[in-house]
Every structure is written in C-alpha cells, then in structure tokens.
C-alpha cells in the first residue's frame, strides 16, 4: 500500500483533542504542540510512523511536515521510500524561505533513490499570497507539481472566498500551480 497523505511525525497528537474541528484542532492544540519540536524530535517521531506504516503494509507514503531533511534521513535509515513536500507545520508565513524551499528540493531528490521532494505550502489560509505567488513561479522553474491542502473543510473555502473572491482551487489555478500537474 502506498499513503498519499501522512504527516508522519504527528503521532505523538494521536487522539489528541480528536473531537474538535478541524481549524480549531489545529489552532488550539496542533499549531502550539508543533511549534516546541526539534530536529531530533522530528526524526524520532518519524521512525515510529514509519515502523507503524510498515506493520500496517504501507511501503511508501506522501508525507508533509517540518525539517524535510531529517524526514528523508528517517525515511532512508528505515530503507521506506517517501515524496515528501513542506507542511506547517512546514511552509507557510512563518517559517523558512523560497530560497530553503529550492534548496530542499535540490538536496532531498539527490540524496537518495528512497526519497523525493515536490515543493508545496501548507494550505491557502496560513500562506500569504506573495508566497504563493512565489512558489507557483518556483513550481514553472523546476517544472514540478505543487502539493498542498485544498478545500478541506466548508470553512477554509468560505474564507477563501472571502479574501480572494475564489475558492483555493480556483486561486491556486490562477496563480498558476497546476501547470505542471
């Protein structure tokens, strides 16, 4: 089996505070928990996923999530194949650059035949659009898909809507995102 959605390293919130929705879970409790992680943190956190993925038949999976260096280090000392993408948790308006966002994708497609890197963002509403923008043209330069969350909840395309007059397939499509898939 292959697991095109993971956030791998988010098992230690597993049944954390499950029963709110989805933009107070992670305001509330995600965003706050996340933001006292290591690196080192991270990798651990990595391996149990990926040992749990592996007793549940999952030999890939699609994962986002911070310090997409030590993802794919955790990924290729366990031999599981993982695409990897940032997430914010990981590339959003609070963390990193388009500058570290290229340089993951350089680094993480050479490092190994058991992991890759599609660059994306967490999701329209905590990415600015100047950051999108930005990605988008990042995506036409190395000729890449962009991965992202898109209308998960009735909410998030409200306020889309809201902001930008669009739902995020619709902004993101003009922005220019799917031009190479």
Known sequence: FKDAHTH??????RSYADDLPLQDWLNKQVFPKEGQLTED????????????????GITSNFDMYFFPPVDAKA???????????VFTSGWNNFTDSLEVLEENYLRINKLSD??????GFHAE??????????VAKLAQKLKSPV?????ETKLE?????????????QLTDALGMYEYG
């Not at 943190?41 to 549940?56: A, H, K, P, Q, R």
């Not at 990924?75 to 993408?85: A, H, K, L, P, Y």
């Not at 395309?157 to 397939?169: D, L, N, Y």
Request: negative net charge.
């Open 114 to 119: 058991l992991t890759s890197y599609v660059p």
């Open 75 to 85: 990924s290729v000392d366990t031999g599981f194949r993982t695409v990897q993408t």
């Open 157 to 169: 395309v409200a306020e889309c809507k809201e902001r930008w007059g669009m739902t995020p397939t």
């Open 147 to 151: 991965w992202l969350h898109n209308s």
């Open 125 to 134: 509403y905590t990415t600015s659009k100047e950051l999108m923008e930005g």
């Open 41 to 56: 943190d991270v990798y651990w956190l990595n391996i149990l996923g990926i040992m749990e993925y592996l007793t549940s």
């Open 8 to 13: 791998t390293a988010m098992t230690f919130l």
